[in-house]
């Protein structure tokens, strides 16, 4: 069956340092999106790709970046990790337009101290 | 104003009972919309997409109305195993998902 997954599923850190978290999807879907998840706010969109070599910022990009080498990946990274990332962050995918069912990945518990 | 509002919640019902719960969105300009449903620390999982005619699957019914911006979710006969969070999701033409912060919902034995 098609999947969405996440790794790790959970991280501690330490301010300053670089992380990066994986997502890989099976779908085969064109369209892959990086939320987080605070309480009080809800899902916010950190970046965003449509396609292969394609990636967009989202609501809250500062301090994160993307890259889209190949349909199934989309990496997040946290160039240098502040306590004020400190959130779950979840990947998502749809198949063809912004208006699609997107399914989600388990979540990435980050914490950084 | 938020882009997208929900009832704040909790809603705490018992078993059997009938709820529902409304989402105002800003942009006019909308042309999809969602419920979804997350579990305690689980991800969001779609539960019913929302049609301008309106639809029903089982217990579960929503509602758009596009005069008044607004999105609701019925649910009928709730069971224990609806306890969740309710995120309304709307999408404006042309972009991407906006979420709204969910409605807690606890039905109770």
């Known amino acids: 069956d098609a999947e969405i997954t996440q790794s790790p599923r959970h991280k501690i850190t330490e301010t300053g340092r670089q992380v990066t978290l994986a997502c890989h999807q099976t779908?085969?879907?064109?369209?892959m999106f990086w939320y987080r998840q605070d309480l009080g706010h809800g899902l916010r969109l950190i970046h965003y790709?449509?396609?292969?070599?394609?990636?967009n910022k989202g609501e809250v990009s500062d301090g994160y970046s993307v890259s889209r080498s190949n349909t199934e990946d989309l990496p997040l990274t946290l160039e240098s990790a502040a306590s004020s990332q400190t959130s779950v962050y979840f990947c998502?995918?749809?198949?063809?337009?912004?208006?699609?069912?997107?399914?989600f990945g388990p979540g990435t518990r980050l914490t950084v101290l | 104003r938020k882009e997208v509002e929900q009832d704040p919640g909790p809603f705490n019902v018992p078993e059997g009972a009938t709820v529902a719960f409304n989402c105002t969105y800003s942009?006019?300009?909308?042309?999809?919309f969602f419920w979804y449903r997350q579990d305690c620390r689980k991800e969001p999982k779609l539960l019913m997409s929302?049609?301008?005619s309106g639809n029903e699957d089982g217990r579960f019914t929503a509602q758009l109305n596009r005069a008044s911006q607004y999105i609701s979710l019925l649910i009928r006969d709730s069971k224990l195993s609806d306890s969740a969070t309710y995120l309304c999701?709307?999408?404006?033409?042309?972009?991407?998902?906006?979420f709204g912060p969910g409605t807690r919902l606890s039905v109770l034995p």
């Open positions: 929302v049609y301008s």
């Open positions: 942009n006019s300009a909308s042309q999809s």
């Open positions: 999701v709307v999408v404006p033409y042309g972009q991407n998902f906006v």
């Open positions: 998502a995918s749809s198949e063809f337009t912004s208006g699609d069912e997107q399914f």
């Open positions: 790709s449509y396609g292969v070599q394609d990636t």
């Open positions: 779908w085969n879907h064109n369209n």
